[in-house]
């Protein structure tokens, strides 16, 4: 199912033995546009800590609780590697986080997580193997490639004929964490409407100028626009975007010559 990033933060994360914290933000990679991990805060139980969780530590989530149930306990993660989330996290960083747990690098095999294309698989490979363990080339500590889903919200849409809007949101795939879209708000060039666009047509991020470049024309979306304005989905599960929105035509129609 797709779900609103915003939508999940303040989800709380259950540890195997009692809550741990909610969910304050999601970092992903701008290589895959895949949530690599949520930053949980912990409350009092430490004082405040921020603290990582991937994705492959899912057990399973209740939308209607908004819980996510995770296969870690308060003494792992308690224990776990301190990493400054407000700061850029390096490769080597990532590295150690993965060992500590025993996780396979996300970003050694073909899939979107490792040798899968989905976290649980690389939970499954944890459980049954050291693969998380295997070395791998050594990775460059200035390899940054995390960013914040906050950071990148505001963050300007450039069409090929004009301004398209900015980010307000995005959408994430709950099974392989991809982000399918950003969600943009068009307010200044088509007022009262939000547009779906998939990271697919992202040609250049000018990560320094908070601009994003997309080979879409502006023309092109507004003609397939013939419902209802486009919001962020929900956590019910009511998310498939309509057959005739903009969505359709990101995935799937032409962008225009």
């Known amino acids: 199912m797709l779900r609103s990033v915003s939508g999940m933060r303040g989800f709380t994360i259950h540890a195997t033995d009692g809550d741990m914290g909610s969910v304050d933000e999601f970092l992903f990679d701008d290589e895959q546009w895949t949530v690599r991990y949520l930053v949980v805060n912990t409350g009092g139980w430490l004082t405040g800590r921020l603290v990582l969780v991937s994705p492959i530590a899912f057990r399973s989530v209740d939308w209607d609780r908004e819980t996510f149930d995770v296969a870690l306990t308060r003494q792992q993660v308690e224990q776990s590697p301190s990493i400054a989330t407000d700061q850029p996290v390096s490769r080597r ?24 294309m989905y976290p649980r698989i690389a939970y499954l490979s944890a459980v049954d193997s050291t693969y998380g363990e295997t070395p791998t080339e050594p990775q460059p500590t200035s390899d940054l ?4 889903a906050r950071e ?37 060039w088509w007022p009262g409407k939000h547009v779906l666009v998939s990271p697919r047509w992202i040609e250049s991020v000018r990560w320094t100028q908070s601009s994003v470049v997309v080979d879409l024309l502006r023309e092109t979306i507004q003609g397939r626009q013939r419902v209802r304005p486009i919001h962020a989905a929900q956590s019910d599960g009511r998310d498939q975007a309509p057959p005739e929105s903009p969505a359709r035509a990101i995935l799937g129609g032409d962008r225009g010559a």
Do not use: C, K
């Open 152 to 188: 990148v919200t505001g963050y300007t849409i450039q069409a090929r004929d004009g301004d398209l809007g900015h980010v307000e949101d995005f959408i994430v795939d709950d099974e392989s964490w991809v982000l399918r879209y950003m969600v943009v708000d068009t307010r200044n």
């Open 145 to 148: 490639h995390l960013r914040s």
């Open 93 to 116: 960083q990532e590295e150690e986080y993965s060992r500590y747990y025993g996780y396979p690098y996300y970003w050694d095999g073909l899939g979107l997580w490792g040798a899968g």
